[in-house]
């Protein structure tokens, strides 16, 4: 089974400060994604990669920037995080074709 | 506007009835539909995808899509309290492997 790991699992951060979330997979999988979850919203998509070098925007990029360095390995950064983007977010990684997505354990944020 | 709506919100079922879930895309440019679970506390798994026309079941899931109504229903028997859960629909067009989630459905199955 494809394993998708995410770091931290918790994270408390200050209004204003700069958080990196890191997602990494063990399976080779050219496809990357990033969501976030919240109660009455369901999973939304913030970014998410085809390969090595590459980002996209999905349906909610504000306040969001990603960094893929390496098949592995898939970041979300907030740069200056906010109140509003305290949630559960989670990686998911995807073989090439319409393939099934494999989640990571989430990674739940608070900003104060 | 949600792109993907599913109903009943929630839905309370007894132990070994049946439960039967709707999801609905208002996006014409898509082709396949995913079907996930997430337990409490969980990450969502993939549970049934369809992309074609017609009903598969797998077990005690069965799964109908109607392409020129953009609908899709899951349909659990003899539904168990393990099956307690939340279910996530979501819609992709072929080639790009780009979810669009629904709010999900959340199932009570009570012992």
């Known amino acids: 089974e494809a394993a998708v790991t995410q770091s931290p699992r918790n994270k408390v951060a200050v209004t204003g400060g700069k958080v990196t979330l890191s997602c990494n997979q063990t399976?080779?999988?050219?496809?990357m994604y990033w969501y976030r979850q919240d109660t009455g919203h369901g999973l939304r998509l913030i970014h998410y990669s085809y390969g090595a070098g590459s980002t996209e925007k999905g349906d909610i990029p504000d306040g969001y920037k990603a960094s893929r360095p390496s098949q592995e390995n898939f970041s979300l950064i907030l740069e200056l995080a906010t109140p509003s983007q305290t949630s559960v977010y989670f990686c998911?990684?995807?073989?090439?074709?319409?393939?099934?997505?494999?989640f990571g354990p989430g990674t739940r944020l608070t900003v104060l | 506007q949600q792109k993907v709506q599913q109903s009943p919100e929630s839905l309370i079922v007894p132990e070994g009835g049946m439960a039967s879930l709707n999801c609905t895309s208002s996006d014409r440019n898509v082709d396949y539909f995913w079907w996930y679970r997430q337990h409490s506390g969980k990450s969502p798994k993939m549970l049934m995808?369809?992309?074609?026309?017609g009903e598969k079941e797998e077990g005690r899931f069965t799964v109908h899509l109607n392409k020129a109504s953009l609908h899709t229903s899951l349909h659990i028997r003899d539904s168990q309290p393990s099956d307690s859960a939340l279910y996530l629909c979501?819609?992709?067009?072929?080639?790009?492997?780009?979810?669009?989630f629904g709010k999900g459905t959340v199932l009570l199955v009570s012992p």
């Open positions: 979501a819609a992709s067009k072929a080639g790009y492997n780009k979810l669009t």
């Open positions: 995808s369809i992309f074609s026309n």
């Open positions: 399976n080779n999988h050219n496809n």
């Open positions: 998911a990684s995807a073989g090439t074709g319409d393939a099934e997505q494999f």
